[in-house]
């Protein structure tokens, strides 16, 4: 019988590899992508543990590639959803009265696992399924992985560490319970790392999870459930179903154990979830936990005392990495006047040096995006902007989807701060700047904060303390995550909680405490050591 508070192993970030000429771990890289893509796997959806297939098909494809065939996923319907449900609640009271420490320790598992033997597969399975160059698949499907892992597990044990003060004659306490019922993860294509802390997040505090990954990242979310059951996580714990999401939905959000939903994706079927929920309300046993993170048009500002270099590499790398498909990726800029010439300079001198091309030729730089949907979307809002008298196309424009999804990085410049690039998300790697008039900083940031539903990451930069300062004020809630002289993304697990608010979610701050004490339901203990008998109080004398 454990009799002993535990103290997990002190979280440090995961070191991210090189990847440089010669290195082991780009060998193991290379070998790791070339016997991926010589097979064709058939992915199944995981139920209670077992492999579930229906026949029903769907193929898979690189999108850098998308004439080769990475093989197949099994795609489930409404009934499926429904056993993934059931077996979630089979395993809930078995896994909810698990010892947090033996939670913790199998989770500590697939940090040290993916650190080691599945770093290379992970990645490599994250180049192939959602085309990221070797760089951006490390710090995504290992190391931010990694890192969620490793910190939940330390958080988690501070949270139950956690405790009320006791009173003369009374010894008070706190449990952490998990949610009565189960947790509907639903997971973006974009980072690996996500998908699976969505669903490990939750879990590690006792729930039991329905999973629907996004259809273009089910390739990776394969080695993830691998991950997971390779590290011991029991049966039940947490089901992989591949469906349609108002299908999936419309099982999910009419059941009454329905306890709470971890989302990352659109803005819009966000909102729409969220009204699902509210008119079911009525039919479940609790409220359920709602934790989403959404969408971003976010902001680099520039004041005329900023460094023209640093601003342009900011651009560049907040823009144009993984292709601008990151909630986070900087879409639109604002510089001052007396800059501007210098920094676009840079830019256009830089962004012609940026290889386009497979994630599989490490130099690279920019890959293809994720689908044709998404490919036709940007296409759409390069086409409009070249009709458009009020803005014009200064780097790139250019798209070809006859071999893979590739689209140009592209630097539109406009003349009018509402301009329809300036206003909404494309997810992609196109950025359009605006010039300021030097001496209007804080109308130009009055501007930014009003030009935008979205509130998630944004920057300045400036060697004027009292310019940050400014800044730093104005927009206190443009952005749930702000830089200071860097590029808008980046995040770290311990060092910068994520999230934001307005239109870009519940800023619940996954990497943080703040995230994991959503799934818990708290009950609180007060034992009175010496009970009264008299119900008289000195008062009534």
Same mark, same amino acid.
């Given at each position: 019988m454990a009799n002993a508070f535990f103290i997990p192993p002190a979280a440090v970030n995961e070191p991210i590899l090189s990847y440089a000429p010669g290195s082991p771990e780009k060998e193991d890289l290379l070998a790791a992508v070339a016997e991926l893509r010589a097979k064709q796997i058939?992915?199944?959806?995981?139920?209670?543990?077992?492999?579930?297939?229906?026949?029903?098909?769907?193929?898979?494809?690189?999108?850098?590639?998308?004439?080769?065939?990475?093989?197949?996923?099994?795609?489930?319907?409404?009934?499926?959803?429904?056993?993934?449900?059931?077996?979630?609640?089979?395993?809930?009271?078995?896994?909810?009265?698990?010892?947090?420490?033996?939670?913790?320790?199998?989770?500590?598992?697939?940090?040290?696992?993916?650190?080691?033997?599945?770093?290379?597969?992970?990645?490599?399975?994250?180049?192939?399924?959602?085309?990221?160059?070797?760089?951006?698949?490390?710090?995504?499907?290992?190391?931010?992985l990694i890192d969620f892992l490793r910190f939940n597990v330390q958080y988690m044990a501070d949270i139950y560490a956690e405790q009320p003060e006791s009173g003369e004659g009374v010894w008070n306490r706190l449990e952490y319970r998990p949610l009565e019922g189960f947790v509907f993860a639903i997971t973006p294509f974009n980072f690996t790392a996500i998908a699976a802390n969505l669903c490990a997040a939750p879990a590690m505090m006792g729930n039991t999870i329905v999973w629907k990954p996004s259809d273009t990242q089910i390739y990776s979310a394969q080695v993830i459930m691998e991950l997971f059951q390779t590290a011991g996580l029991p049966d039940g714990v947490i089901n992989l179903v591949y469906c349609d999401g108002p299908e999936a939905g419309d099982v999910v959000f009419k059941n009454p154990n329905f306890a709470g939903l971890h989302f990352t994706g659109s803005t819009g079927v966000f909102k729409h979830i969220w009204k699902e929920i509210g008119t079911n309300i009525d039919k479940f046993k609790t409220y359920p936990r709602i934790v989403g993170e959404?969408?971003?048009?976010?902001?680099?500002?520039?004041?005329?005392?900023?460094?023209?270099?640093?601003?342009?590499?900011?651009?560049?790398?907040?823009?144009?990495?993984?292709?601008?498909?990151?909630?986070?990726?900087?879409?639109?800029?604002?510089?001052?006047? #007396?800059?501007?010439?210098? +920094?676009?300079? &840079?830019?256009?001198?830089?962004? $012609?040096? *940026?290889?386009? !091309?497979?994630?599989? %030729?490490?130099?690279?730089?920019?890959?293809?995006?994720?689908?044709?949907?998404?490919?036709? #979307?940007?296409?759409?809002? +390069?086409?409009? &902007?070249?009709?458009?008298?009020? $803005?014009? *196309?200064?780097? !790139?424009?250019?798209? %070809?989807?006859?071999?893979?999804?590739?689209?140009?990085?592209?630097?539109?410049?406009?003349? #009018?701060?509402?301009?329809?690039?300036?206003?909404?998300?494309?997810?992609?790697?196109?950025?359009?700047?605006?010039?300021?008039?030097? %001496?209007?900083?804080?109308?130009?940031?009055?501007?930014?904060?009003?030009?935008?539903?979205?509130?998630?990451?944004?920057?300045?930069?400036?060697?004027?303390?009292?310019?940050i300062g400014t800044a730093t004020d104005k927009l206190q809630n443009a952005a749930g995550n702000f830089y200071i002289n860097d590029k808008p993304t980046g995040a770290v697990v311990g060092q910068q909680p994520f999230g934001g608010a307005r239109g870009s979610?519940?800023?619940?701050?996954?990497?943080?405490?703040?995230?994991?004490?959503?799934?818990?339901?708290p009950r609180t203990f007060k034992e009175t050591l010496v009970t009264p008998t008299d119900y008289r109080y000195p008062y009534l004398g």
């Open positions: 058939d992915a199944p959806m995981v139920i209670g543990g077992k492999e579930v297939r229906t026949g029903n098909t769907v193929s898979m494809h690189p999108p850098y590639e998308h004439a080769h065939n990475l093989g197949s996923f099994h795609m489930g319907n409404a009934s499926h959803v429904q056993d993934a449900i059931d077996a979630a609640l089979a395993a809930r009271e078995k896994w909810a009265n698990t010892p947090w420490q033996d939670r913790a320790a199998i989770f500590l598992k697939c940090a040290e696992l993916l650190a080691g033997p599945f770093r290379a597969k992970m990645n490599a399975a994250t180049m192939l399924c959602q085309s990221k160059n070797a760089f951006q698949a490390e710090i995504d499907a290992a190391c931010e959404t969408g971003g048009k976010d902001f680099i500002m520039a004041h005329k005392s900023s460094v023209p270099a640093q601003v342009a590499t900011g651009i560049i790398r907040g823009s144009f990495e993984f292709q601008g498909q990151k909630c986070s990726a900087s879409s639109r800029a604002y510089l001052p006047s #007396n800059l501007s010439d210098e +920094i676009l300079d &840079i830019v256009k001198r830089e962004v $012609a040096t *940026i290889k386009v !091309g497979t994630p599989e %030729d490490f130099g690279n730089y920019v890959n293809a995006v994720i689908d044709e949907k998404s490919f036709d #979307n940007i296409a759409g809002y +390069i086409d409009f &902007i070249k009709t458009q008298d009020d $803005a014009e *196309i200064i780097c !790139g424009g250019g798209y %070809d989807k006859s071999v893979g999804y590739f689209v140009e990085p592209t630097v539109v410049l406009t003349t #009018n701060p509402k301009f329809r690039t300036m206003c909404e998300e494309i997810f992609g790697p196109v950025v359009t700047i605006y010039v300021y008039d030097e %001496d209007k900083y804080e109308e130009t940031l009055e501007l930014i904060d009003q030009t935008s539903d979205y509130a998630l990451t944004g920057s300045i930069f400036a060697t004027c303390r009292y310019a979610g519940t800023n619940d701050k996954a990497g943080s405490y703040l995230n994991l004490v959503r799934w818990v339901s």
